[in-house]
């Protein structure tokens, strides 16, 4: 069974930093494109950034860039997502996700429906 594991969620003052982890299993890892999405209260879902493990490819959300950095460690089954200089705004819960081969179902909400496989989500709350 394909299965995705979030962890790293919190409470951090604006400004801080969170690294949210995916661990992932019961499918071949390196040709799977891992990212995650997020949903505030009363808002659309958005993707926040994905990494293709087939090409490298990396995709951030406008409002991420700069800020948030995604890595993944093909030893472990496991993707990072680095959120630094966090803002109110940021809260939400954060779900990991994976797609056969690349990013591309990130870049369009019509697309976030074709996804392969959702994990449970961690919150993040960013306090002022």
């Known amino acids: 069974d394909v299965q995705l594991q979030a962890y790293g969620g919190g409470l951090v003052q604006a400004g801080g930093s969170l690294r949210l982890s995916c661990a992932a299993s019961?499918?071949?890892?390196?040709?799977?494109?891992i990212g995650w999405f997020r949903q505030a209260p009363g808002k659309e879902r958005e993707g926040v950034s994905c990494?293709?493990?087939?090409?490298?490819?990396?995709y951030y959300a406008d409002s991420m860039k700069g800020r948030f950095t995604i890595s993944s460690d093909n030893a472990k089954n496991t993707v990072y997502l680095q959120m630094n200089k966090l803002k109110r705004e940021d809260t939400a819960a954060y779900y990991c996700?994976?797609?056969?081969?690349?990013?591309?179902?990130?870049?369009?909400?019509?697309?976030?429906?074709?996804?392969?496989?959702w994990g449970k989500g961690t919150q993040v709350t960013v306090s002022s």
């Open positions: 996700a994976a797609d056969e081969g690349l990013c591309s179902r990130w870049y369009h909400s019509t697309l976030y429906d074709g996804i392969d496989a």
């Open positions: 019961g499918f071949t890892f390196d040709d799977y494109a």
């Open positions: 990494i293709s493990n087939r090409d490298g490819s990396i």
